[in-house]
C-alpha cells in the first residue's frame, strides 16, 4: 500500500491544478456575456407553466407530456401563473439592469401578455362554442378523479360514459342540419374533441386492469364513446367553410386580413405596416431587376434577363453529382469567409453538419434543399416523372445554389443550431421568431453579394433569383393574406415574375398556405435579413466593430427581434413597457 500512497497523491496534484485552472478561467469570465438576472424567472416561467399543463392536461400513460387542447379550468391556472410573474416583474428594480437584462425584461414581459391574451380569448371561444360540447363537463370531472387516483364506481362510470355517449350521437345529428362552419371555429372544435377523447384515454389507462369493478364495467362503454367522438370530429370537420381554391392550384388556405397582419407584425416588433412592406418589397424588386440587367447585358442576351436566366438554369449538374456540388459550394463559402475574416466558424461546428435526401414526397411542397443539422437535398429520384426531373435539376442548378449552401449550413442554419445550444439557450426556447432564424441566414447572402462572392455574371443570376424570390414571398404572401390574390396568382407571380419551374412554384406557395408555417414566416426572410444588414452597417459600418466581433456578438446573443438585438448591440437604456418604433428601411 505504501507503493500506491504516492502515486496517489500526484494523481490528486494534478487533479487539483486542473480543477484550479478550470475555476480560473470561469471567474475570469464574464457573467453577464452568458446570462442576466432575468434568466431565472425565464426559465421559471416556462417550467411553471410545463408544470400546470402536465398536470391539468391529459397525464400519459407512462413517462412524457401530452400536447392537448387546454380546459377552462386549465386556462384559469395559467391565467394565475401569468399574473404571478407580472407581480414578480414588477418588485424587480428595472433601473438597475444592463441593456441585456432590460431586453430580456421587455421580452418576457410582453411574451407573458400575449399569453394571457390568447388565454383569454380561448376561454372566450370556449365558452361561445360550448354550445357544439355539452357532454365535455363530464369527461372533464371523470378527469379531475383521475389525476390523484380518486376510487370510482364502475357501473357509474360506465352508465356516465353512455350518457356522453348519446350527447355524442345527438350533436352528430344536429349537425345536419348546419349548412357550414368557420373553419376557425372548426379547427378549435376539434381540438378540443382531441383532447377530451386524450384525457378520456389517459382515465381509462389509469383504472383498467387495475380496478376489478372498473375493469367489468367500462371498456365497452369506453371505446363505444371514442369512436363516437372521432365520428364527431369528422362531422365537425365536413361542416368547416375551409377553402380549397378552385382556381387552377386546388391549395387550401384561409387569409388572416389586414388587421390581424398588422397586429402580428406589431407583436415581432416590426414598425411598419402591411402596406410599408409591399413598398419595401417594391424598392429591394426594383434593385434586383438593375442588377439582373447589368449580368444579362454581361452575357450577351441585352436587356433579356429571363433568357440569361434560362442559360443559367440549363447549367445543372449530371444525376447523383448533387452531393458532390454541394460539397464544393460549401468549401467555396467557407474560404471566402476566412479570407476576409468575416466570422470564426467553431472547428466542431465545420466537422458535423450531415447530408441526407429529400424524400420525394416532400419535394411536391419543398422543391428546393433545406439545412439545419444537416442538407436535405431536394434532387430527382427514379420515381419522378422526366418533366419532374428536369424542373427539380434546373431549379438547383449551380448558380442558384452558390449562396443558398452557405444559407443552410455555415454561416447558416446548421451554426445557428449549433451556436444556440451553447449560448444564452434560454432565448432560443422562449424568444423564438423567424425575423432572426431566417434574417440571419438571409443576411449573408446579401453581406457576400455585396462583398463580390458571385464572381461572374452567371453567378449573380444565381445569387439574385433567391433575391428576388425573397422579395416576391413578402409580395405574395400579404397580397393573399389581405384577401388580394389566389394561390394561383401567387404561383403565376413566380413562375412570370421570379423565373420558377412551374411545379417548384406550385411546391412553394402550397407550403406556405397549407403548412404550418406562420403567416409572417415568408416576408421574415428578406425583412430580418435587411434589419440585421442596418444593424450591420451602423456598427461595422462606421469602424465601431469589425465583421468578426460584430458576427460573433449577434450569433451569442440568440433569438430576439431585431429591434432588441439593436438595443444590445448599441447599448440603448429602453423603457420597460417598449414598443417597437425602429425604421430600419430608407425608402428614399
Known amino acids: 500500500m505504501r507503493n500506491k500512497r504516492p502515486k496517489v497523491k500526484r494523481f490528486i496534484g494534478t487533479s487539483m491544478l486542473c480543477m484550479t485552472a478550470i475555476i480560473t478561467n470561469a471567474q475570469d469570465m464574464d457573467l453577464y456575456e452568458h446570462t442576466t438576472p432575468i434568466e431565472p424567472y425565464i426559465i421559471q416561467y416556462r417550467n411553471d407553466l410545463q408544470a400546470v399543463n402536465y398536470f391539468y392536461g391529459p397525464m400519459p400513460k407512462g413517462w412524457g407530456f401530452q400536447q392537448a387542447a387546454p380546459s377552462p379550468e386549465q386556462i384559469g391556472r395559467l391565467i394565475a401563473v401569468d399574473n404571478d410573474y407580472l407581480a414578480k416583474l414588477k418588485k424587480i428594480d428595472y433601473k438597475r439592469l444592463n441593456t441585456n437584462g432590460q431586453v430580456d425584461y421587455i421580452l418576457l414581459n410582453q411574451k407573458i401578455k400575449r399569453h394571457q391574451d390568447e388565454l383569454n380569448e380561448s376561454l372566450q371561444t370556449y365558452h361561445r362554442l360550448e354550445q357544439?360540447?355539452?357532454?365535455?363537463?363530464?369527461?372533464?370531472?371523470?378527469?379531475?378523479?383521475?389525476r390523484r387516483g380518486t376510487s370510482v364506481d364502475g357501473k357509474q362510470i360506465a352508465t356516465d360514459l353512455e350518457k356522453v355517449k348519446e350527447s355524442v350521437e345527438k350533436e352528430i345529428h344536429n349537425l345536419h342540419s348546419r349548412s357550414s362552419i368557420n373553419v376557425n371555429d372548426v379547427g378549435y372544435l376539434t381540438g378540443i374533441v382531441e383532447s377530451l377523447q386524450k384525457r378520456l384515454e389517459s382515465s381509462f389507462d389509469f383504472y383498467n386492469g387495475y380496478d376489478p369493478s372498473f375493469t367489468w364495467w367500462v371498456p365497452q362503454s369506453y371505446e363505444a364513446l371514442d369512436e363516437k367522438l372521432t365520428a364527431y370530429k369528422a362531422a365537425l370537420q365536413a361542416k368547416s367553410d375551409w377553402k380549397i381554391f378552385e382556381d387552377g392550384s386546388y391549395i387550401g388556405g384561409q387569409p388572416i386580413g389586414r388587421e390581424a397582419l398588422n397586429k402580428k407584425l406589431k407583436e415581432e416588433m416590426i414598425?411598419?405596416?402591411?402596406?410599408?412592406?409591399?413598398?419595401?418589397?417594391?424598392k429591394e424588386w426594383a434593385w434586383c431587376v438593375a442588377e439582373l440587367l447589368k449580368a444579362s447585358r454581361e452575357m450577351g442576351f441585352g436587356d433579356d434577363w429571363k433568357a440569361a436566366q434560362e442559360k443559367v438554369k440549363n447549367t445543372y449538374v449530371p444525376e447523383g453529382k448533387q452531393p458532390d456540388l454541394i460539397n464544393e459550394l460549401y468549401d467555396r463559402a467557407q474560404n471566402f469567409i476566412k479570407n476576409h475574416e468575416l466570422m470564426d466558424i467553431p472547428p466542431l461546428a465545420d466537422e458535423t453538419w450531415g447530408m441526407i435526401m429529400m424524400t420525394p414526397e416532400r419535394q411536391l411542397v419543398n422543391p428546393f434543399f433545406t439545412g439545419g443539422r444537416e442538407i436535405s437535398i431536394s434532387y430527382p429520384t427514379n420515381t419522378m416523372t422526366y418533366d419532374q426531373k428536369m424542373m427539380s435539376m434546373r431549379g438547383n442548378n449551380p448558380h442558384f445554389s452558390l449562396g443558398t449552401v452557405a444559407h443552410e449550413l455555415n454561416p447558416g442554419h446548421h451554426l445557428q443550431y449549433f451556436m444556440n445550444k451553447r449560448h444564452k439557450p434560454y432565448r432560443e426556447q422562449n424568444f423564438n421568431t423567424p425575423f432572426w432564424t431566417e434574417g440571419w441566414t438571409l443576411y449573408w447572402e446579401l453581406?457576400?453579394?455585396?462583398?463580390?462572392?458571385?464572381?461572374?455574371?452567371?453567378?449573380?443570376i444565381g445569387m439574385l433569383f433567391w433575391r428576388m424570390h425573397r422579395c416576391a414571398r413578402i409580395t405574395f404572401s400579404i397580397k393573399f393574406h389581405l384577401g388580394e390574390w389566389t394561390p394561383q396568382q401567387c404561383i403565376d407571380y413566380l413562375v412570370d415574375q421570379v423565373g420558377h419551374e412551374p411545379a417548384n412554384a406550385h411546391g412553394e406557395v402550397?407550403?406556405?398556405?397549407?403548412?404550418?408555417?406562420?403567416?409572417?414566416?415568408q416576408l421574415a426572410y428578406m425583412i430580418g435579413g435587411l434589419q440585421l444588414l442596418s444593424i450591420s452597417d451602423e456598427l461595422v459600418g462606421v469602424n465601431k466593430m469589425s465583421y468578426k466581433e460584430f458576427h460573433d456578438r449577434v450569433i451569442k446573443e440568440n433569438y430576439m427581434p431585431m429591434e432588441m438585438l439593436r438595443a444590445i448591440m448599441t447599448d440603448q437604456q429602453l423603457k420597460a413597457e417598449h414598443q417597437t418604433t425602429w425604421k430600419f428601411y430608407n425608402f428614399d
Do not use: C
Request: aromatic content about 16%; proline content about 6%; glycine content about 4%.
Open 510 to 521: 402550397k407550403r406556405s398556405f397549407e403548412g404550418a408555417y406562420d403567416p409572417l414566416y
Open 447 to 460: 453581406l457576400m453579394y455585396r462583398m463580390g462572392f458571385a464572381k461572374t455574371p452567371e453567378e449573380r
Open 271 to 282: 414598425a411598419y405596416n402591411a402596406d410599408e412592406l409591399l413598398r419595401i418589397a417594391d
Open 132 to 146: 357544439y360540447i355539452p357532454f365535455a363537463t363530464n369527461i372533464l370531472e371523470f378527469e379531475q378523479k383521475r
